[in-house]
């Protein structure tokens, strides 16, 4: 098993862990100091010695901040987190803030109104959280200061940083070698004056070199910084092996290098002009690299810009989306498999662990599966309203008559990296509980039938998918849909389906799209299909080309059973209808008997 059910938080280290980083702020003269859930890549998952957030506080939830003051530490978590917070952290000690509707400039300056310093990791934020903040704070005797990680100094059993082999991922699966690549986006560093980039986020330096690796949980990462210079050169710094056969692989032009050692390397040169990304650098680069400037005899430049490798990799090849498509047919079968064992139990017979080792089993399989994309989510009744709920064997659930199930897992093989989520009914389930399942359903196939005028980002489409529920005064709170990466990160940069998503939409991205509704204490649903931006081809009578629309990756039967049908619109039943069709005509072949026999009954029209 990939997954574990360990209860991981611990609440009751909270207290006294708190009351010794208050004794080492004390004595580094602090008045406050921030604990981000980040490492110095930003990622979404890290590494257990970069866990600082739940090591000081429970709290195990992917994004969020505590930012600890003499007499209060304020926990911030977004919408997905409100309710999986109140059980992992003492309250008496932790105070759970509504983020981001409450800003930590505004709660700071109210906490601290007649002023302070307050510390922070200059390698745990990057240039553009920094400068926010610091505006924020704009008018208050509010001081920020770069020092040393203060959780680090009362961490005595930290575990070490990975060192994890590197792997090769093969140029028919990506397309592209990854001398291509340098060569390219050297040539754009060339052309706009800028000599080299500075790269810091992992994703983007396993898909320009074609490597990948195992340094963080469920992504094929590997935790590193690297240089990109104009003429195509690279160097890459990082702690992971790398045997002869990986060498080869990166050839003569990239160069390895440790990971501690990349201050240095930018201070060895003496002319350069450097190209950073605020969103992702962090914020020690910068003020190093302005340090540098400043020095006599330098010529130190430094520019702004997007990550060069942002959009490129977000832009799939034909290779890639073709690798992917049989990954995810591939895990569709899984998936199936799954499902016709699930609908043989009767409720009050399996746990929700028992369905998460389920679904792991039928991935693995296939015999191809790596690792699994995230922790899978299997929430049931009450346990389905949190939106990221991970199972362990404290909180695990039977499922029971009436409950609905909301089951969100994936699988990272080497030709691509699936992300699904079915709700499933257990037993006989209500008819509130079915209105809202419809509802989310008709966000989906909404989105799923999208045809869009090229230029358009996610912002202007995310109300689509709500627009159903908001007629029932219904909603979530979490985005429509999350990049996705080609065996590569389960949530990549920088599409996104969301009222924060600003970069355009462009063929070759690959989003997920999975509207839900979530009432606490009751259920939860969600309905999540991959699908790929295409371009679209004009219609009979139409006369307006440039248009885009999605492709549809994920083919598993989404569950008639919780559908009132007499709320779908007649072109919704056909798209359903059609839906499950090609779920049969891809899948069928590639299933078990008594699954054959299942997909046909699931797939039944509507």
């Not at 399989?365 to 790596?370: D, F, I, S, Y």
């Not at 991959?530 to 307006?544: C, I, M, R, Y």
């Not at 080309?545 to 559908?563: A, M, Q, S, Y």
Request: glycine fraction near 10%.
């Amino acid at each position: 098993m990939f997954q574990s059910f360990d209860d991981t938080a611990q609440p009751e280290q909270g207290p006294p862990r708190l009351a010794a980083l208050r004794a080492a702020m004390a004595s580094a003269g602090l008045d406050g100091f921030l604990v981000p859930r980040a490492d110095a890549h930003q990622g979404e998952y890290v590494a257990a010695c970069d866990d600082r957030l739940a090591w000081l506080t429970g709290f195990t939830g992917s994004a969020g901040f505590c930012a600890v003051l003499p007499d209060v530490a304020g926990v911030f978590v977004d919408g997905r987190y409100r309710v999986q917070v109140k059980t992992q952290v003492d309250s008496k000690h932790f105070t759970p803030v509504d983020w981001p509707e409450i800003r930590l400039g505004d709660w700071l300056k109210q906490h601290l109104p007649n002023g302070g310093a307050v510390g922070f990791d200059p390698w745990l934020y990057t240039v553009e959280q920094l400068e926010a903040l610091e505006n924020a704070l704009t008018g208050s005797a509010i001081t920020l200061h770069a020092v040393e990680n203060q959780i680090d100094r009362i961490w005595p059993d930290r575990p070490a940083r990975p060192r994890q082999p590197m792997t090769i991922q093969p140029d028919d699966l990506t397309g592209k070698s990854h001398g291509e690549k340098r060569q390219e986006l050297g040539a754009t560093l060339e052309k706009s004056g800028k000599r080299s980039a500075v790269l810091a986020l992992p994703d983007s330096i396993c898909w320009l070199l074609n490597i990948r690796g195992s340094d963080i949980p469920r992504n094929p990462i590997v935790q590193a910084f690297a240089l990109l210079d104009w003429t195509g050169e690279v160097t890459l710094f990082s702690d992971a092996t790398a045997d002869e056969a990986l060498k080869a692989h990166l050839g003569d032009h990239v160069h390895l290098r440790p990971y501690g050692d990349l201050l240095e390397a930018l201070s060895a040169a003496k002319s350069v002009t450097y190209q950073i990304d605020p969103a992702s650098t962090p914020a020690i680069v910068l003020s190093h690299l302005e340090a540098l400037a400043a020095t006599p005899g330098n010529d130190i430049a430094t520019v702004r810009g997007d990550d060069p490798c942002i959009l490129p990799k977000a832009c799939k090849t034909k290779a890639e989306i073709a690798a992917t498509r049989a990954a995810h047919l591939r895990d569709g079968a899984a998936v199936c498999e799954f499902l016709s064992w699930f609908d043989t139990q009767s409720p009050g017979t399996i746990t929700e662990i028992d369905v998460a080792t389920r679904l792991e089993t039928c991935r693995a399989a296939t015999g191809k599966l790596l690792d699994i994309s995230f922790d899978t989510i299997a929430g049931s009744g009450p346990n389905g309203a949190l939106a990221h709920y991970r199972v362990t064997t404290s909180s695990n659930r039977t499922l029971q008559n009436g409950d609905l199930l909301v089951l969100d897992g994936g699988g990272q093989y080497l030709d691509g990296t699936t992300d699904i989520t079915r709700t499933l009914p257990v037993g006989d389930v209500g008819a509130d509980e079915r209105a809202a399942f419809t509802r989310v359903l008709q966000g989906m196939i909404a989105v799923s039938r999208l045809r869009f005028p090229a230029g358009l980002a996610g912002r202007d489409l995310d109300a689509i998918a709500r627009y159903p529920l908001w007629l029932a005064d219904q909603d979530y709170g979490h985005g429509t849909g999350h990049g996705v990466g080609v065996h590569l990160c389960v949530h990549e940069g920088p599409q996104r389906l969301s009222r924060a998503g600003e970069v355009a939409l462009k063929p070759g991205m690959i989003l997920s799209n999975e509207p839900g509704y979530y009432r606490e204490g009751a259920f939860g649903i969600r309905i999540e299909n991959l699908l790929v931006v295409t371009e679209a081809s004009l219609l009979p009578g139409g006369d307006f080309t440039g248009k885009l629309c999605f492709e549809t990756l994920n083919f598993v039967p989404i569950d008639r059973r919780l559908i009132d049908k007499d709320m779908l619109t007649a072109p919704e039943r056909d798209w359903l209808n059609a839906y499950h069709q090609a779920c049969r005509d891809k899948i069928e072949p590639r299933l078990s008997g008594q699954a054959r026999l299942w997909l046909v009954q699931a797939t039944q029209p509507v």
